[in-house]
C-alpha cells in the first residue's frame, strides 16, 4: 500500500510504501478510534451527573441558610415595630393628658377674665383654614417627628398658659383685696369721718368712721376680700364684723343686725356678711363702717371711689 503526499511548494509530491505490520496497526486504530470516542463521552457524561447531584444539596442548604437569615430579620423588625407603636401609643397618650390640662386650664382663665364662654370654647376644635398650594407636592413627615413638633408646642403653650395664670391670678387677688366701694347694696351717707356733735351728748367728738343708713335687715357686704378676725358683741359696736384683707388693711361693719360669718371665715369681696340693724350705741338702722391702715383709721369716703391702677 502507498501513501502519496503532495507538497505546497512547485508541486512536489512523496510516496511512502507501508509494510504489513503498518497497514493492520493504522487498520486497527481506525476501528478502536469511534469506540475510544464513545466510551471518552459515556465516562464525561457520568462524571457531570454526579458532579450536579452531588451540587444539589450544597444549593438547597444555601438557601435555607438564607431563608433562615431572612426570618430572623423579619422578626427583629416585627418587634423594633411593636416597641416603635407602643412609644408612639404612650407618647400619643401623655399628649392628650396634657391638651385635657391646656384645656381645663383655658377654661379657667377664662372664668377669671371674665371672657366670652362661647367666644373661648376649649371644647371645640379652632377653625382653621386658608388657600392651598397647587401643583406643590407634599411630603408627609415621619409620625414621629410630628408628635415630637406636637409635644414641644404644647410645651410651649403650657408655659405661657401658666405665666398668663399667675399673672392674671395675682391681678385677681390684688382687685379682691383691694379696698374700695360701699358696704351697703341700698342706702345713703348719714354721717361723715371727723369731728361731731356726738348724737347722745350733743358734745364735740371724734367720729373714726361714716355711717349709711337704711332700711333694717338690708344686706352688708365687704368690700374686699379678707379673712374675718371678729364676728360677734364689741363695746359701743353692738354686733361688728371685722376683716383683715392684708396689705395693712382691715375694715369694720358695726351695729349689725344679724351676723352671717364667724371667726376665720374667709370672704369675698361683694359677700353678704350681715345685716344692717341698730344694735350698740345708735340711733337706728344703719351700719358704722371703718377703714383701718396700717392700725390706724382712716377716712372711708377717700376708698369708697377708690379705683386699682
Given at each position: 500500500m502507498n501513501i502519496i503526499v503532495v507538497g505546497q511548494r512547485h508541486g512536489e509530491s512523496r510516496t511512502y510504501r507501508l509494510t504489513t505490520p503498518a497497514r493492520t496497526l493504522l487498520f486497527g486504530c481506525l476501528v478502536a478510534l469511534p469506540f475510544a470516542m464513545g466510551a471518552a463521552g459515556f465516562w464525561l457524561a457520568d462524571w457531570l451527573a454526579d458532579e450536579d447531584f452531588s451540587l444539589e444539596?450544597?444549593?438547597?442548604?444555601?438557601?435555607?441558610?438564607?431563608?433562615?437569615?431572612?426570618?430572623?430579620?423579619?422578626?427583629q423588625i416585627r418587634?423594633?415595630?411593636?416597641?416603635?407603636?407602643q412609644a408612639l401609643t404612650v407618647k400619643l397618650a401623655e399628649l392628650q393628658s396634657r391638651l385635657m390640662r391646656l384645656d381645663a386650664l383655658g377654661e379657667r382663665l377664662v372664668d377669671v377674665a371674665n371672657l366670652e364662654a362661647?367666644?373661648?370654647?376649649?371644647?371645640?376644635a379652632p377653625a382653621l383654614g386658608g388657600p392651598g398650594s397647587i401643583g406643590e407636592a407634599y411630603e408627609a413627615p415621619e409620625i414621629s417627628d410630628v408628635l415630637n413638633d406636637l409635644a414641644d408646642r404644647i410645651g410651649h403653650r403650657e408655659q405661657q398658659l401658666e405665666v398668663l395664670d399667675d399673672l392674671m391670678s395675682a391681678r385677681r387677688l390684688d382687685e379682691d383685696t383691694f379696698v374700695t366701694g360701699r358696704p351697703i347694696k341700698k342706702g345713703w351717707m348719714s354721717s361723715r369721718y371727723g369731728r361731731r356733735a356726738d348724737p347722745f351728748t350733743g358734745q364735740l367728738a371724734w367720729h373714726a368712721g361714716v355711717d349709711f343708713a337704711g332700711k333694717l335687715g338690708?344686706?352688708?357686704?365687704?368690700?374686699?376680700?379678707?379673712?374675718?378676725?371678729?364676728?360677734?358683741?364689741?363695746?359701743?359696736y353692738g354686733r361688728l364684723v371685722e376683716i383683715n384683707h392684708g396689705n395693712g388693711y382691715k375694715t369694720r361693719y358695726a351695729h349689725c343686725l344679724e351676723l352671717n360669718v364667724k371667726v376665720g371665715d374667709i370672704v369675698r369681696k361683694g359677700d353678704v356678711?350681715?345685716?344692717?340693724?341698730?344694735?350698740?350705741?345708735?340711733?337706728?338702722p344703719h351700719v358704722h363702717f371703718e377703714v383701718f391702715k396700717?392700725?390706724?383709721?382712716?377716712?372711708?369716703s377717700a376708698y369708697i371711689h377708690r379705683t386699682l391702677r
Open positions: 444539596p450544597m444549593a438547597a442548604e444555601a438557601w435555607e441558610n438564607d431563608l433562615s437569615l431572612q426570618r430572623q430579620e423579619l422578626e418587634i423594633q415595630t411593636d416597641q416603635e407603636l362661647e367666644e373661648f370654647d376649649f371644647s371645640m338690708s344686706d352688708i357686704v365687704a368690700v374686699a376680700s379678707g379673712v374675718v378676725t371678729w364676728a360677734g358683741d364689741r363695746y359701743g356678711i350681715a345685716a344692717m340693724g341698730s344694735s350698740g350705741r345708735s340711733t337706728g396700717n392700725g390706724r383709721t382712716v377716712d372711708p
